[in-house]
């Protein structure tokens, strides 16, 4: 989780939710507010390990992923007190395929702050989850902010 950058799809599919006007897929499931807040505590839960978080994130992280993001978090509770993370969530739209889009940020104290930035979840039979390919650069976001002035 060191510098992880946007994939491609991702940043096409946020820059397509960011131009797109808010009625160009108005047929398409949009989560809500708590369905999105729901997504992320339980993806910055450090009670449940990142290997079963494939309720949540989809697909699911690998081993290396998992035990990092495991490690991370333990800090950030231990060591930090950082969690839970204050999340904030606007601009929730639609887009094709069961895919949506929404800006997120984290509030509080200065090693919880992130700036607004855009994550792309999918329903999966009713049941919203984050992409994986948003969910690596999520939680190097809130690492990073975490370490602040801190190493």
């Given amino acids: 989780m060191n510098g992880i950058k946007f994939p491609g799809v991702v940043t096409a599919i946020a ?3 960011i131009a797109a006007p808010t009625t160009a897929h ?17 993806l910055t839960d450090p009670n449940i ?16 992923e998992a035990a990092a993001i495991d490690d991370h978090l333990t800090r950030m509770r231990v060591f930090g007190g950082i969690l839970p993370l204050p999340f904030h969530v606007t601009d929730i ?31 999966q039979g009713g049941h919203w ?14 690492w990073r ?7």
């Avoid at 499931?29 to 369905?35: A, L, Y």
């Avoid at 390990?49 to 290396?64: H, L, R």
């Avoid at 989850?129 to 939680?139: C, K, N, Q």
């Avoid at 902010?145 to 190493?151: D, E, I, L, P």
């Fill in 15 to 17: 820059a397509a939710l």
């Fill in 26 to 42: 108005a047929d398409e499931p949009v989560p809500t507010v708590d369905e999105v807040l729901a997504v992320l505590a339980g």
């Fill in 49 to 64: 390990p990142a290997e079963d978080k494939t309720n949540i994130v989809t697909p699911g992280f690998d081993p290396d």
């Fill in 93 to 123: 739209q639609s887009a094709p395929n069961n895919f949506a889009g929404a800006t997120v940020s984290t509030g509080g104290y200065y090693r919880q702050i992130t700036n607004p930035h855009p994550i792309v979840l999918v329903d």
């Fill in 129 to 142: 989850l984050i992409t994986h390919d948003t969910a690596m650069p999520e939680m190097d976001v809130i």
């Fill in 145 to 151: 902010a975490s370490q602040k002035f801190h190493g």
